[in-house]
């Protein structure tokens, strides 16, 4: 009898951290899905939170895009440009960590992502 339960005890367990793991997966997933149905390129970036606003408020000076506008405290930062072809271009710089900062790019309303990796790559650049 206590090794039958034992070892439902064991199949239970089992199961429930099989389906845990299904779940984190599909969070993922979820989330990615999430991220590219509203057009904007999300990474995370193993920098200081300081240095990756900087570089990518010159990224984007660089690219010479007009109108840059900035609000910041410490922990987000939100730049925002605008294109020649009058699109918005949304920086969103948040602080995970001390030494992890995530950038979120969107550019226009629907997204851009040939552009939106161009401006990531110039940002890396400037790092």
């Avoid at 690219?63 to 730049?79: G, P, S, Y």
């Avoid at 925002?80 to 699109?87: F, K, L």
């Amino acid at each position: 009898m206590k090794t039958s339960l034992r070892c439902f005890t064991v199949a239970l367990t089992i199961a429930a951290l099989g389906s845990s793991l299904m779940l984190t997966g599909c969070g993922t997933k979820m989330q990615e899905a999430v991220r590219k149905a509203r057009g904007e390129e999300s990474v995370i970036l193993e920098k200081p939170y300081d240095d990756v606003v900087a570089a990518s408020k010159n990224a984007l000076k660089s690219l010479e895009f007009k109108n840059i506008n900035e609000k910041r405290d410490a922990l987000v930062a939100l730049i925002s440009a605008v294109t020649a072809e009058e699109r918005s271009i949304e920086l969103r710089v948040s602080r995970q960590t001390d030494k992890i900062t995530r950038v979120q790019i969107r550019v226009g309303a629907m997204g851009d992502d040939g552009m939106q990796k161009i401006i990531l790559e110039k940002i890396k650049a400037q790092l």
